[in-house]
């Protein structure tokens, strides 16, 4: 994993949530903000950069999971310091997949 983004998620300060997104995950797809949060706590973490969707600012993706097992796919950015979840979701058999083969190995990608 790039080292720039290493950094930017270890000296991230919290995370930020605004109105829209805050019951969103919950209404959509039963995920507590509780648990977006968790899965960046966790081992094995893996995230990368979302080159498709980023734009005016960069987007992230992270697969990880709760303290309950419960196995996460977060759309995520950065602003002042902060994690800013977009969406969160349960993983689809592909992430699963990609997600096991880091458990396998007792990697992570961060």
């Known amino acids: 994993m790039d080292k720039n983004l290493k950094q930017l998620i ?52 992270a697969l990880g999971h709760t303290d309950l097992g419960r196995e996460l796919f977060i759309v995520f950015t950065t602003r002042n310091s902060k994690v800013r979840v977009i969406s969160a979701r349960d993983m689809s058999k592909k992430e699963k997949k990609l997600y096991e083969e880091f458990k396998d190995e007792k990697n992570t990608n961060i």
Do not use: M, T
């Not at 509780?34 to 992230?60: A, T």
């Open 10 to 61: 270890y000296s991230a300060k919290g995370f930020e949530w605004n109105g829209g997104n805050e019951n969103k995950n919950w209404i959509k797809h039963g995920v507590s903000i509780s648990e977006c949060e968790q899965i960046f706590f966790n081992l094995p973490f893996v995230v990368n950069i979302d080159y498709k969707h980023s734009g005016i600012e960069d987007r992230f993706y």
